[in-house]
């Protein structure tokens, strides 16, 4: 499986609408944008064809709601690169079942 690249956009809305357009541009050519604003409404804009073309709008407009808004961004980074950045000792199940984050896997020569 090849990994799509990914464009992780925040603070869009706070200028004139470059965020939108810069975040069009990263999934015209095959990136998967992810959005963050405080501005649900400045979202409205670039959000459906983001979510057409497989990236996340996601408003963040309340700091409580920061881990609800950055868990769908975060389990798309995670799965991405886990699945394309890890040692064959670890078994499709380990990143599957998501238990917990791999920190070391030792070589079979017991070379950290």
Same mark, same amino acid.
């Given at each position: 499986?090849?990994? $799509?690249?990914?464009?992780?956009?925040?603070?869009?809305?706070?200028?004139?609408?470059?965020?939108?357009?810069?975040?069009?541009?990263?999934?015209?050519?095959?990136?998967?944008?992810?959005?963050?604003?405080?501005?649900?409404?400045?979202?409205?804009? /670039?959000?459906?064809?983001?979510?057409?073309?497989? &990236?996340?709008?996601?408003?963040?407009?309340? /700091?409580?709601?920061?881990?609800?808004?950055?868990?769908?961004? !975060?389990? +798309?980074?995670?799965? !991405?690169?886990?699945?394309?950045?890890? /040692?064959?000792?670890?078994? /499709? $199940?380990?990143? $599957?079942?998501?238990?917990? +984050?791999?920190?070391?896997?030792?070589?079979?020569? &017991?070379?950290?």
């Amino acid at each position: 499986m090849t990994p $799509s690249k990914i464009a992780v956009i925040a603070g869009v809305g706070t200028g004139g609408g470059i965020g939108g357009v810069v975040a069009q541009r990263f999934a015209n050519i095959g990136y998967t944008a992810a959005l963050l604003s405080r501005n649900a409404q400045v979202l409205q804009g /670039p959000s459906d064809s983001i979510n057409a073309a497989g &990236g996340l709008v996601r408003p963040l407009q309340q /700091p409580s709601s920061l881990p609800v808004v950055i868990l769908p961004v !975060q389990r +798309l980074l995670y799965s !991405q690169s886990l699945h394309t950045h890890t /040692p064959k000792s670890v078994k /499709p $199940s380990m990143i $599957s079942e998501r238990n917990g +984050l791999l920190i070391q896997s030792e070589s079979p020569c &017991g070379m950290p």
